[in-house]
């Protein structure tokens, strides 16, 4: 669910381009290295966090980073989140990391302030979010049975 909004929270920016024929004097630029060479923000363009963080043209690789820490905490998550799910069990982890994961949620809401906390929160919300998938499907197949399987 957290990837599938990774498109909507990375969007690119929309730059307008000095355009001497339209009647506002600026039109939606041809590509984005036009705009940001020669253009301004769009002001009619849906927020995102690449947006409030400025992570577009020259710091674009950080929305790369950005994305890579998602990966990665979802690999440590689910590593972690297996090892203690066989020492603590299973319903136990996967209440934990629910509850985890909705406090790193919030959080990412409410005190996203700059690129540092941007990473530290998609990091562990994705490592809170990403072992509850795998660990709820070794519990049902453990309550299932034989004739299920």
Known sequence: MFIMMLSFINQDPV????DQASPTGYSECKSYKEGCANGRLAED?????VIDLGLYCEREYLKSIG??????????GSVVGSIFADLKGRK???F???MAGIVLLIGFGLFNFGVATY?????????????YITISNILINEQAGNDYK
């Open 92 to 94: 136990t982890t996967l």
């Open 67 to 76: 994305s890579t820490l998602l990966l990665i905490g979802g690999s440590a």
């Open 119 to 131: 990473f530290f929160f998609i990091f562990f919300t994705w490592a809170a979010l990403a072992p």
């Open 96 to 98: 934990g990391l629910w």
């Open 45 to 49: 363009q849906p927020s995102s966090i």
């Open 15 to 18: 730059f307008m381009c000095p």
